[in-house]
């Protein structure tokens, strides 16, 4: 196909079973929206924009008939990743509507009626980890995804309360890891590289044995 010199090709929607190209740049194509971009299955999006809503209904409509997410990628001709990501929000949250993008998230602020079941939890358990009481507070329904202090609060609330926080946390992990390293030398592993060292009398220390080839 020729051009007169100086003439520029219109930009068309691709047709679904034209070929496209494999480089790491989309066609570009003009839509009511701004300048969007072809992706390899056909579909058109726009940088910077979330994907229209009445697209999102449909890949929730469609997970919930049991197609998988790669079927309704290729159907709808949205990227694997984006219908994935969509899935798994609404699971979360329950909502199809996108997300923020960029800035920092509000400062989440603990309930009293919060607090008051973060103590509860540590009086009946005193060995409990901070990460440990917020899985408890899912699970029991206690707060939901979003709005479940973080770890670093609860700590920060057992400080005030008990007195006690990250430092006891890190020496109870510390004992974990050695019952850990006690247990593993009385394995098959650990009894084979003992057997591996000898005795040194200079040093008074077992020294890893050298076997020559």
């Known amino acids: 196909m020729t051009t007169l010199a100086g003439a520029v090709p219109r930009m068309m929607r ?3 079973g ?3 190209p494999r480089s790491g740049f989309p066609l570009e194509v003009s839509t009511p929206l701004g300048q969007g971009r072809v992706n390899q299955l056909g579909g058109v999006f726009i940088n910077g924009r979330p994907l229209p809503n009445h697209i999102r209904h449909k890949i929730v409509e469609m997970a919930h008939h049991g197609i998988r997410p790669c079927v309704i990628s290729r159907q709808l001709r949205v990227s694997h990743g984006c219908v994935s990501k969509i899935l798994c929000r609404y699971q979360e949250t329950g909502s199809i509507r996108p997300g923020a993008i960029g800035g920092s998230k509000p400062k989440q602020v603990t309930t009293p009626d919060v607090e008051k079941k973060i103590e509860e939890y540590k009086r009946e358990n005193a060995g409990m980890f901070s990460w440990e009481i917020r899985d408890k507070l899912l699970k029991d329904g206690v707060c939901d995804r979003n709005t479940v202090p973080s770890v670093s609060s609860i700590s920060r609330i057992l400080r005030s309360k008990f007195g006690k926080g ?3 946390e890190a020496e109870l992990e510390r004992k ?3 019952e850990g390293d006690k247990k593993a030398k009385h394995s098959i592993d650990g009894i084979l590289s003992e057997r591996g060292k000898r005795w040194s009398p200079g040093t008074g220390q ?3 044995r050298v076997w020559w080839v």
């Open 166 to 168: 990250e430092e006891e």
């Open 176 to 178: 974990e890891v050695e």
């Open 206 to 208: 077992c020294q890893p």
């Open 14 to 16: 691709p047709g679904a």
């Open 18 to 20: 034209q070929n496209y």
